[in-house]
Every structure is written in C-alpha cells, then in structure tokens.
C-alpha cells in the first residue's frame, strides 16, 4: 500500500504564492507517474498538473499553464506544486495522486493512490 501525505495549503491573497508538496510511502515506491488534481465545492475533481516519475515529462491544464509548475525529487518519493499569480478560481481542496502503470495523465481514473487533499484559499 502507497501512502500520500500533502502539506502547504492554506490562506493566500489574489497574486501570492503558495508551494504544495505531496511525500509518498509505504510500500516500495514505484510509480509511472504523479499528478495533482483539484476540486472546488460544488464541482467535479478536475486535472491540475502531472510528471512523469522516470523521465520527467510534466503536464499542465490550460487554466494553470505558466503560473503553477510540477517538479519532483526521487530520492525523497516527493512531488511538488509551485503555484505563483494565485487566483480566486484556485480556491479548492488539492489532492495529490500516483498512477503504477500507464494511463491518461489528465485523468482521474488512471491514478491507484489518492492523498487526504490539502485546502487551498485564494481571497481576492
């Protein structure tokens, strides 16, 4: 069993930043990729930003893209979320998630392991 502990939401005002950070255990950590995912209340969980765990590849949703940057560190089994020019629409709860196998990076579905979600507040 993977485990996924997130850490660093919290309250942040309109252009601030705030860096996320998602450590994985358990089990022998093997992982195709690593993604955050982020839901908003009343809305469905929708696709943040993704990495490859070998090669690095990073992924983003056009609605981040250029603000919000993925990175990781394998020795540490962490994955990270730099997120800069914060706005009101980021407010929601962040989850970090890992896929074992090959799988659409943007979707849900394909990730095995979820995190508790850490909260994300943008006021404006």
């Known amino acids: 069993q993977v485990q996924l502990v997130e850490s660093g939401g919290g309250l942040v005002q309109a252009g601030g930043s705030l860096r996320l950070s998602c450590a994985g255990s358990?089990?022998?950590?093997?992982?195709?990729?690593m993604g955050w995912f982020r839901q908003a209340p009343g809305k469905e969980r929708e696709f943040v930003s993704a990495?490859?765990?070998?090669?690095?590849?990073?992924y983003y949703a056009d609605s981040v893209k250029g603000r919000f940057t993925i990175s990781k560190n394998n020795a540490r089994n962490t994955v990270y979320l730099q997120m800069n020019s914060l706005k009101p629409e980021d407010t929601a709860v962040y989850y970090c998630?890992?896929?074992?196998?090959?799988?659409?990076?943007?979707?849900?579905?394909?990730?095995?392991?979820w995190g508790q979600g850490t909260q994300v507040t943008v006021s404006s």
């Open positions: 998630a890992a896929a074992a196998t090959t799988g659409i990076y943007y979707s849900p579905g394909s990730y095995d392991y």
């Open positions: 358990g089990r022998t950590f093997s992982t195709y990729a």
């Open positions: 990495i490859s765990w070998n090669y690095g590849r990073t």
